[in-house]
């Protein structure tokens, strides 16, 4: 019998499927945009009200207290440049690691690539950094911003590091939290280390000072160091006097960190095929 | 490759297909270990299926019954691709859509009119043929104008008629039916039974998995008795439903 006409139900190419179903994709990112806010009387004012709380905390601490704000130059602009980076990585992470449990209801009854969930999930964390980015922007060209193309091109770079690992990671910890839910609960002290592991509230020179050779080097290889260097050389950098000390390789460590980001979404696809065939009977 | 025109190729085939479930008592790492460390068995497994083996063909209505934990849901799932055979195979040919606990996608804050889109891709159609349909999909569930309103708002009667409308106009060439028949009111039920012998002299495959046995001898031409996971009886509807009474 000639068996190239049949299909194995549910065997999909994993990602590689996402194309296909680029229109549901497209839909699920749309509801998650819709209903994310739903009910909420002032909805999308959170998006800001969010990170502008994150902002004035850190800066009163950090920047009043500590002192930082004499150690580096305009470092409003410094460190929203960072925490915007490291909000868009906790938030794609965050809510990927937990979309498949949330997607239960379709999970268990239909067959779908079930990589769709945690990558809508990264888009619509994408879509929701768009209005942080906005006002770092905005913030920028107040103070007399003149972008430099490498700069920018950077700051993309940075945003699809940040999505590959996010989405990378998501997909690995998605798939393990389907039997164990330890894992959002590890995932949560992953995105807490996030924040202070990069140099968002301090400057790398710090570590640079203060560590052995070798663990400097793991601190910039760690890929969300590079995303946040990279905007800061983007949106930071060129609104100070451009005297403060910039990471010397940072392109070397920026192709590492994309690397990294890379193995980790092929890693986190290969763990999440294997264990993708008994998300209908654990859930 | 070879052409016979006088039996032509198969829709479903279900070969020596086993499931087993493992229940896990542990949903955490702690209570793994621990229970690893006692020497206390973390899972137990109970064989849902066991070496089931069926071929269906182009055109048939099949009703899956037997009585509650005898795998008919299994067996479902196991031809819709949500769960995977742990032994033997399963193959399909063409379009699967799955008539399988309709509204699933159904997303309470979301209008008709983007449930229906949002629903309609879950089940495989692209924009266009969603598109298409639309006007039918709306008439055929008779939501009227409540379509811009928020699902939630709904009665669970145009809930679940909203569903079945999505569900039964995608395009297919298997359909599976999973205890979905039994929801709206009469009129609603026998539309459903109408569209579905339509879709079934279309030359359209049915799998329908069902208590409803007056519902099912009236559509279904072939019947599928399954007991405690093993496949006792595989014949005409009649004999079948004798066959299933004489199994208790």
């Known amino acids: 019998m000639d068996v190239s006409a049949f299909a194995v139900p549910g065997a999909g190419r994993g990602i590689l499927d996402v194309v296909k179903y680029r229109y549901l994709l497209r839909l699920l990112i749309r509801k998650g945009i819709i209903t994310r806010y739903h009910g909420s009387v002032l909805g999308w004012v959170w998006s800001y009200v969010k990170p502008a709380a994150q902002f004035a905390?850190?800066?009163?601490?950090?920047?009043?207290?500590?002192?930082?704000?004499?150690?580096?130059?305009?470092?409003?602009?410094?460190?929203?440049?960072?925490i915007v980076v490291v909000n868009l990585f906790n938030e794609a992470f965050g809510n990927a690691t937990r979309s498949i449990v949330s997607n239960k209801a379709l999970v268990k009854k239909i067959y779908?690539?079930?990589?769709?969930?945690?990558?809508?999930?990264v888009f619509i964390a994408l879509v929701h950094f768009l209005p942080q980015l906005s006002i770092l922007l905005v913030v920028c060209l107040f103070v007399g911003w003149v972008p430099t193309p490498l700069g920018l091109l950077g700051a993309l770079l940075a945003v699809f590091i940040v999505a590959v690992l996010a989405t990378g990671l998501g997909l690995l910890f998605g798939a393990i939290n389907v039997a164990y839910r330890d894992a959002q609960n590890v995932v949560e002290l992953i995105l807490l280390f996030a924040t202070w592991t990069s140099p968002v509230l301090y400057s790398w020179t710090m570590v640079r000072d203060q560590a052995p050779t070798w663990l400097f080097d793991i601190y910039m290889a760690n890929p969300l160091t590079s995303a946040v260097e990279l905007f800061h050389t983007a949106f930071w950098f060129p609104t100070t006097s451009e005297t403060a000390e910039r990471p010397e390789s940072l392109w070397l460590f920026t192709l590492i960190g994309l690397v990294i980001a890379v193995l980790c979404l092929i890693a986190g696809q290969l763990v999440f095929r294997r264990l993708e065939g008994r998300f209908a009977q654990d859930l | 490759m070879r052409k016979t025109s006088e039996s032509p190729l198969p829709r479903i085939i279900i070969e020596g297909v086993q499931k087993t479930y493992t229940l896990r008592h542990s949903n955490s790492f702690k209570e793994s270990f621990v229970a690893r460390l006692r020497r206390k068995r973390t899972s137990t497994s109970f064989t849902a299926l066991n070496d089931v083996t069926l071929t269906v063909h182009e055109g048939e209505a099949i009703a899956l019954i037997?009585?509650?934990?005898?795998?008919?849901?299994?067996?479902?799932?196991?031809?819709?691709?949500?769960?995977?055979?742990?032994?033997g195979r399963v193959r399909t040919r063409g379009r699967v859509a799955g008539l399988i606990e309709v509204g699933a996608g159904f997303h309470p804050d979301?209008?008709?009119?983007?449930?229906?889109?949002?629903?309609?891709?879950?089940l495989g159609m692209a924009k266009e043929e969603?598109?298409?349909?639309?006007?039918?999909?709306v008439?055929?569930?008779?939501?009227?104008?409540?379509?811009?309103?928020?699902v939630k708002h709904y009665s669970s009667g145009m809930f679940v008629r909203l569903a079945f409308a999505v569900a039964i106009h995608t395009e297919l060439d298997i359909l599976l039916v999973d205890e979905v028949l039994a929801v709206g009111d009469a009129p609603f039920r026998e539309k459903c039974n109408a569209k579905i012998r339509e879709l079934v002299s279309a030359g359209k495959t049915l799998f329908i998995v069902t208590h409803d046995l007056g519902m099912?001898?009236?559509?279904?031409?072939?019947?599928?008795?399954l007991r405690?996971?093993?496949?006792?009886?595989?014949?005409a509807m009649p004999e079948a439903i004798a066959a299933l009474k004489g199994s208790r």
Not at chain 1, 112 to 121: G, K, S, T, W, Y
Not at chain 2, 69 to 84: I, M, P
């Open chain 1, 57 to 82: 905390v850190f800066y009163v601490v950090m920047g009043l207290f500590l002192n930082l704000t004499k150690g580096i130059e305009s470092y409003p602009i410094y460190l929203f440049s960072g």
């Open chain 2, 216 to 225: 099912v001898s009236e559509i279904c031409n072939r019947g599928i008795v």
């Open chain 2, 110 to 122: 979301l209008s008709g009119r983007e449930n229906v889109y949002l629903n309609a891709a879950i």
């Open chain 2, 228 to 235: 405690q996971g093993e496949l006792i009886f595989d014949g």
């Open chain 2, 130 to 137: 969603i598109d298409a349909r639309f006007d039918e999909i």
């Open chain 2, 66 to 87: 037997g009585y509650n934990g005898s795998g008919k849901s299994t067996l479902l799932k196991l031809v819709s691709g949500v769960l995977r055979p742990d032994a």
């Open chain 1, 112 to 121: 779908l690539p079930r990589e769709l969930f945690p990558i809508a999930d």
């Open chain 2, 139 to 150: 008439a055929f569930s008779e939501i009227g104008e409540f379509i811009d309103t928020e």
